[in-house]
């Protein structure tokens, strides 16, 4: 594969990552929070999705670029050297760098305002079950844009 198409399957698993896992996300919270309040209201819903995917998305799109040029574009380039490492360990790293990131920025707050939050266990669930889906959306875009037309040579992902 030209390094010219690299850079911009790159660039697709980046944005692709920061869009969907935040969509993912959303609807995620939208059906965790209509589960435990039990209000169906169809315009709420949509318009809640709709807010918290538009936050998310800002969110996930600077992580995805930190996690992408940091850690998926390095592992990628080790996984095209080698033929035998596959999906699985490159979902570990993944999720292990975006539950790092994560956990890095949430800590850091906690350090510099104290206890932070009342809900502290809570906000770490909210904050890691956030991280495994960018993880999850990361290692998967890249791996397909990426990883497997690099290893098939023909930089196609058919």
Known sequence: MKFAASIGRAFAAIVLTGIVSSLIFAVGFTVV??????????????????????????????C?????????????????????????????ISLLAAEALLHSFFLAEIAARGMGSPDLAGSLVFSASAAAVGGACSAAFWWWLVVMPGRNGRGSTA
């Open 33 to 62: 929070g209509l589960a435990q309040s039990g209000k169906r209201d169809l315009t709420g819903i949509v318009e809640f999705v709709s807010a918290i995917w538009f936050v998310g998305a800002i969110i996930a799109l600077a």
């Open 64 to 92: 995805a670029i930190i996690i992408g040029l940091g850690v998926e574009w390095p592992k990628s380039y080790w996984l095209l050297k080698r033929s035998s490492a596959g999906w699985w360990i490159s979902l570990i």
